[in-house]
């Protein structure tokens, strides 16, 4: 019995240290390229290993747990994108990471990503969750979207057309604005429009021109001044986005607390014109951000951190 008992143990024993084996790399490209190398999608980790408290503990509670280690390790390579307020990292890793947070528009900590070979992200986890069985449930759904999007990739006509909408009906709604090329892809070959995708790829090719000119443009100021131009004739669909363009404008340039305030009457106003969201889960959204707003030194400081600006004590 004993004996028995001595092997449990010891096959216990390696379970664990194979699950807490799991190592998260640091480099975007080379995750991709294995990626596709292994036919696996990312699991982007965007934290704040030494501010975020949220971000700690799902690392601690969840990324870091034996089993969930093992799952994730076992279908994803690991990707972190850390932005330390406190801990020193190497210059081109931080700003891979600022460009990183920019390109997915990560405005909350944690979130975590499954993105594809390609760097498109089709699902994810939007702020912390302490269960790691939830955390894995609300992953695998991008699994699912990958599997069927390289299952689509090898097939042609309806089949195709079959695979990419399942994809597209998993991939979070939070999501479909990063997956423009994907968007636009189905559309061309739905020709029944059975996705519904035309009139939305149509508004989304309006919105890419006024972020491609704002991109293009030579100071934060210039590019405001397209978002402005753009807003003042978007139509619904588009208003949303074109504020929360603006919002991150705004906050980038912030040099006072007075900036940081008016720049969040903005985002209140990008929640205002968000057609998913009832009145009830509206007036929900701007509660939480008041609280994230209640002090607007923290939030300038925050902002003069990620884009390497002095604090302001």
């Keep these: 019995m004993w004996k028995i008992g001595h092997v449990c143990l010891s096959l216990l024993a390696a379970l664990v240290a194979t699950a807490t084996a ?14 596709k190398q292994q036919g696996k999608p990312v699991l982007a980790d965007f934290t704040g290993s030494d501010w975020c408290y949220y971000c700690i503990r799902l690392r ?37 990471n600022q460009m ?23 699902g994810g986890l939007f702020g912390y969750v302490g269960k790691p069985a939830t955390v894995r449930s609300i992953l695998e759904p991008g699994l699912q979207a990958h599997q069927l999007l390289l299952r689509a990739a090898q097939q042609q006509g309806e089949e195709k057309l079959k695979a990419m909408l399942a994809a597209w009906k998993l991939i979070p709604e939070e999501l479909h604005e990063l997956n423009v090329p994907l968007q636009q892809e189905l559309a061309s070959i739905d020709l029944q429009d059975l ?13 890419q021109q006024c972020q491609a000119a704002a991109d293009a443009a030579p100071t934060d100021a210039a590019a405001l001044a397209i978002v402005d131009a753009a807003l003042s004739q978007a139509v619904p669909a588009n208003k949303r986005r074109l504020l929360e363009l603006r919002y991150r404008l705004l906050i980038r340039m912030a040099e006072t607390t007075d900036d940081v305030l008016a720049a969040a009457e ?21 509660r939480q951000l008041r609280g994230v707003y209640a002090n607007p030194q923290t939030t300038l400081n925050r902002v003069r951190m990620l884009y390497r600006k002095r604090p302001v004590r």
Excluded: M
Aim: charged share 30%.
């Design 22 to 35: 799991a190592e998260w790399g640091t480099d975007y490209e080379a995750a991709l390229a294995q990626a």
């Design 60 to 96: 601690k509670e969840v990324l870091d747990e034996p089993v969930f280690a093992a799952w994730a390790a076992e279908h994803f390579v690991l990707l972190e994108v850390d932005v330390p307020q406190h801990r020193r990292i190497d210059d081109k890793l931080l700003a891979q």
């Design 100 to 122: 990183l947070c920019t390109k997915y528009r990560i405005d909350g900590y944690p979130t975590v990503l499954v993105i594809d070979d390609k760097g498109r992200p089709l």
């Design 195 to 207: 996705s519904g995708l035309k009139a939305a790829a149509a508004a989304e090719n309006a919105l």
């Design 266 to 286: 903005v985002a209140y106003a990008s929640i205002d014109a968000d057609l998913r969201l009832t009145p009830r889960e509206k007036e929900s959204r701007k």
